[in-house]
């Protein structure tokens, strides 16, 4: 059943810091769900186009925006009596625009969002830790959104699902009956970890997907990278403190289909020109938004290292981004320590009690013993 817009006095106030191609997306999925919508676009000429002509021409060529979105560059304004402020900056900038809007965030009770899916690259943290330590905020405020969301394809309303991931069950409720119209729709969980490493991690896997996509590899490769980076994203995440289940979701699988298969994806773009021989400066030089997948890439590696994750793909992508490898050489999933025919499992399987496909069907045999209950019971 389509979701029907809310009525305008009990419309959701709603701010976005940030006027790219996802922050504005974004703002057009919560003002076709009926929320009352204000963005924040740091250049002036920026916020009156979106404002008067309702377009954002840069980003979202093509696109004509929802007329209840206002967007300014005066900070205050934009978070004038928002009951949720969402975050779409580059990942690398988050903590210096969060030190510049303390103030304004701080305080109050209002859930905040993070559109965002990166790492910062000096300090390894996810974003809402970045959130957490610059606002010093109650972490149950604080919510992530994630799963397969290429912008102008959601834009142009075309149907698709994401999912917000708060501490807070309360907090991710709120913002996924905001955060849904007749063409997006929200689930929830309470697996932040999971949820934020899937939306990181799919993009390092799209890099690779790119560079064999740039050298001129078919489908056998790129389904085989595919499927074993999922493995090492599940691996690296489980380690971290994630659950299994939630990268078999929208957060790891969907968005990591998304993304590897789509010439809309930024991170399988800046893969595809390392693939044809360009320099990693050349790469940046060439794309006019965030690839945010180059800049995760080191820190991922070294939480991997210390969490002692085995991720040969990601390897081999730094080496590439390095100029330590010939894009033609890349096959990660050949990779092995030696010629002893390996299992086709997760690198944690034994340590954390089996792996995630081998939980999943322990679960279908407790149902089965327990007359289809699961085994707990309910």
Not at 346 to 356: F, S, Y
Request: aromatic fraction near 4%; include cysteine; proline fraction near 5%.
């Amino acid at each position: 059943m389509t979701p029907k817009r809310m009525p305008a006095e009990s419309a959701t106030r709603t701010a976005i810091i940030g006027a790219g191609s996802w922050g504005t997306t974004f703002g057009k999925i919560l003002a076709d769900g009926g929320a009352q919508v204000t963005m924040w676009a740091r250049r002036p000429e920026l916020a009156q186009e979106i404002s008067e002509a309702k377009r954002n021409s840069k980003y979202l060529p093509g696109i004509n925006l929802p007329r209840s979105i206002a967007a300014t560059p005066d900070i205050e304004r934009a978070l004038e009596g928002a009951q949720q402020v969402y975050l779409s900056v580059p990942s690398q900038t988050l903590r210096e625009n969060l030190r510049t809007f303390r103030p304004l965030l701080a305080e109050g009770e209002f859930p905040i969002i993070s559109l965002m899916k990166g790492v910062e690259r000096a300090s390894g943290l996810r974003m809402s830790q970045v959130i957490e330590q610059e606002l010093g905020c109650d972490p149950q405020r604080i919510a992530v959104a994630s799963g397969p969301n290429l912008a102008l394809e959601i834009a142009r309303e075309q149907p698709t699902a994401a999912v917000i991931a708060s501490r807070s069950q309360e907090t991710a409720d709120a913002v996924a009956r905001t955060a849904r119209n007749r063409y997006f729709r929200s689930f929830v969980n309470t697996d932040v970890i999971g949820t934020e490493f899937g939306g990181v991690l799919k993009n390092l896997i799209a890099v690779a997907i790119g560079i064999v996509d740039g050298v001129g590899y078919g489908e056998n490769t790129k389904a085989s990278i595919i499927t074993r980076g999922l493995v090492e994203m599940t691996d690296f995440a489980v380690a971290n403190g994630a659950r299994p289940e939630t990268l078999q979701g929208l957060a790891g699988l969907g968005d990591l289909i998304a993304t590897c298969q789509s010439p809309l994806s930024r991170n399988n773009t800046a893969g595809r020109l390392l693939g044809q021989g360009y320099g990693f400066q050349d790469v940046v030089k060439q794309m006019n938004q965030t690839a945010e997948g180059l800049a995760s890439v080191a820190p991922i590696l070294q939480l991997a290292h210390e969490a002692d994750v085995y991720m040969p793909i990601v390897e081999q992508v730094k080496m590439v981004l390095d100029g330590r490898m010939d894009p033609r050489d890349i096959a990660p999933h050949l990779t092995t320590d030696d010629d002893t025919p390996q299992e086709e499992r997760t690198n944690h399987e034994q340590a954390d009690g089996g792996g995630a496909l081998r939980r999943a069907f322990q679960r279908a045999l407790d149902q089965l013993r327990n007359g289809g209950r699961s085994a707990g019971g309910h």
